[in-house]
């Protein structure tokens, strides 16, 4: 499976962005889809993550309420609608699929497709 992710910008505190994951290539109707984030000298994070089915959905805590990740399973698109946006937000975001999952996992070693990363900053 190939993705590609779009969105990312520079905004101000308290700004929306919403980021785009174009998702091809073969059948993930089991698959399970994530955003994480990697800011400067720190590790890779989760942040969202939802089963393709769209009937459950993950998110880190402190995007709880911020944050909104869903998908358009007729255009192979997932999305992450960011709102409210902080100066600690500030990352390259990436999306992930994990092809065989039962359930969302945080685990960045069990998504084994990733898309190009987006550069969010955000500015206070």
């Known amino acids: 499976v190939q993705l590609q992710a779009s969105g990312g910008g520079s905004v101000r505190a308290g700004d929306s962005l919403r980021l785009s994951c174009a998702v091809s290539g073969r059948a993930f109707s089991r698959s399970v889809m994530a955003w994480f984030r990697q800011a400067p000298g720190k590790e890779r994070e989760f942040v969202a993550g939802?089963?393709?089915?769209?009937?459950?959905?993950l998110y880190r805590d402190s995007v709880k309420g911020r944050f909104t990740i869903s998908r358009d399973s007729d255009k192979n698109m997932v999305f992450l609608q960011m709102n409210n946006l902080k100066p600690e937000d500030t990352a390259v975001y990436s999306c992930?699929?994990?092809?065989?999952?039962?359930?969302?996992?945080?685990?960045?070693?069990?998504?084994?497709?990733w898309g190009q990363g987006t550069q969010v900053t955000v500015s206070s």
């Open positions: 992930a699929a994990d092809l065989a999952a039962r359930f969302i996992t945080r685990t960045v070693d069990a998504y084994t497709s």
């Open positions: 939802i089963r393709w089915s769209g009937d459950t959905s």
